[in-house]
């Protein structure tokens, strides 16, 4: 569990984190419905050139953005068999045995596995340059229409943000239990499936403990520091669009309409 990236901030001074935080979740929300608008290996290897390319300038390690699959290294696999034996159209690769692929499946299974690991690595290269406190004002940003709805979007941004914040910080939790519960001669390995989940009660009893603890601690902090929400407050740091967000906008409107064009072009490739 110590490879989970999720909701982690690693600091530096590269493009994208001197971006307008407003602009990367923009960017961002853009991206995965490209993905997903993608029909071919053509479009999806364009924009898996244009998350190169973000990984490239974004000066985060690449170990660290890789590290973010392992959380759905599992979902992954799942899908890529899924699609690996189920999809029947095409033709059999392996004519004179038992097992039935199509080369549609196989090409399938492995369409659907590049799209998933873009997805993760494109999300998380938002959060690895955003600190949680931008991007808990530009989240409160674009959400502020819903305020003629009388809907606390202060009090929802930082309940998204808080949340993307504590994941680190329980999976390191549970990684104590864990170790603590081996310790004591805890077998959490062996055994067949309904005895791994008899297993886990040890680990998510005190889980829950700690984590209603931190949330009741988070809350005194707030109340101490005279916390009432968004209503009266300044923002020490003010957005303000730059020839920078702007420029990766251009970008990504160029590879939105490369996108529509190889899809059209490639159709036969579906």
């Not at 290897?45 to 599992?74: E, H, N, Q, T, Y």
């Not at 914040?165 to 805890?186: D, S, V, Y």
């Amino acid at each position: 569990m110590k490879g989970i990236a999720i909701g982690q901030y690693y600091p530096g001074k590269s493009l994208l984190h001197k971006m307008d935080p407003r602009v990367k979740i923009l960017l961002t929300l853009v991206f995965v419905f490209l993905i997903f608008f993608c029909k071919n290996f053509w479009a999806l290897g364009l924009m898996g050139s244009f998350l190169l390319i973000g990984m490239l300038i974004s000066g985060v390690p690449f170990k660290m953005l890789i590290r973010s699959l392992r959380a759905i290294l599992f979902i992954v696999l799942i899908t890529a068999v899924l699609n690996l034996f189920y999809v029947t159209d095409g033709n059999v690769l392996f004519p004179n045995t038992f097992i039935k692929i199509t080369d549609k499946g196989l090409y399938t299974a492995i369409f659907m596995t590049v799209r998933i690991a873009c997805l993760i690595i494109g999300s998380s290269l938002m959060t690895f340059t955003t600190t949680p406190t931008m991007l808990t004002d530009a989240i409160e940003r674009l959400l502020s229409p819903l305020k003629i709805f009388k809907i606390q979007v202060h009090t929802l941004a930082m309940m998204m943000t808080l949340a993307l914040r504590f994941i680190p910080t329980l999976m390191e939790e549970i990684e104590k239990i864990m170790n603590a519960q081996k310790a004591r001669g805890a077998d959490l390995e062996s055994g067949n499936i309904i005895d791994r989940a008899k297993a886990l009660v040890p680990i998510l009893v005190p889980l829950f403990v700690s984590s209603f603890r931190r949330a009741y601690e988070l809350a005194f902090a707030m109340e101490c520091r005279c916390y009432t929400g968004g209503n009266g407050r300044t923002r020490m740091k003010q957005m303000k669009l730059s020839w920078l967000d702007l420029l990766f906008g251009f970008a990504m409107t160029s590879i939105l309409a490369g996108v529509i064009l190889l899809n059209h072009y490639f159709a036969h490739l579906i």
